[in-house]
């Protein structure tokens, strides 16, 4: 570690950052007394879908029905190049909104090799809400048959329809896809900067596993 310091202050460097196990007792004690400060921290979660009650949804559900909201998959809408652009908007839109963001979102053509062109990819497991036509959430999962899992790769609402229950409904969704397609659990990626996702994530039932955090040490306060 001396000599990486020595070599980053050589180099101009004003601070130091990496990333270290949340459960590794003897480095984080290591980082600590070199003056590193967690920035955040990322790990996953894990709901048991054999134990799952969906019926205690039942009312929430009903409400955002009432309200005029609509479920359907991408694969009922279209695989058209509009509804490709719409879903990148849509994902765009929600992430950089949300408090979990950077600031930063991949343009349409990578976010297609990424999604679109990815061997997980499946129409049917994209999950949108819509009222009046609009777009305004949406739920993606995967689905590895192989290792009897989902994977829940991204959430997200427009700012305007937050607060209505309606990123849990979409869950929700994702929920009873995977139960219907015989997973026996869905895993899913947190950041503790999204604290309204964290909030939905333990209403429905998830439970955190040891994850990572990203650690930051700025040079000048050596």
């Known amino acids: 570690y001396a000599d990486a310091l020595r070599i980053a202050r050589e180099h101009g460097a004003v601070e130091l950052e990496s990333n270290i196990r949340e459960d590794d007792v003897v480095s984080n004690k290591f980082v600590e007394k070199r003056g590193f400060k967690v920035e955040y921290h990322s790990f996953e979660s894990t709901l048991d879908l054999s134990g799952f009650d969906e019926t205690k949804y039942d009312e929430l559900l009903a409400r955002i029905h009432a309200e005029g909201f609509r479920f359907f998959s991408l694969a009922e809408a279209g695989i ?97 896809l995977a139960k219907k397609e015989g997973m026996s659990y869905i895993r899913t990626n947190n950041d503790s900067n999204n604290v309204p996702m964290l909030h939905i994530n333990r209403k429905l039932g998830y439970q955190p596993e040891p994850g990572y955090y990203r650690i930051l040490c700025r040079l000048d306060s050596l």
Do not use: C, M, P
């Open 80 to 176: 058209t190049e509009e509804n490709k652009r719409k879903l990148y908007e849509i994902n765009r839109t929600s992430f950089l909104e949300s408090s979990g963001s950077d600031g930063t979102f991949s343009d349409f053509d990578a976010f297609s090799k990424d999604v679109f062109d990815a061997s997980w990819f499946r129409a049917d497991t994209q999950i949108l809400a819509s009222l009046s036509d609009h777009w305004v959430g949406l739920a993606a999962i995967a689905i590895y048959k192989t290792d009897n899992y989902a994977y829940n790769a991204f959430t997200g609402v427009l700012r305007e329809f937050r607060g209505r229950g309606l990123a849990q409904a979409l869950k929700l969704q994702t929920i009873a």
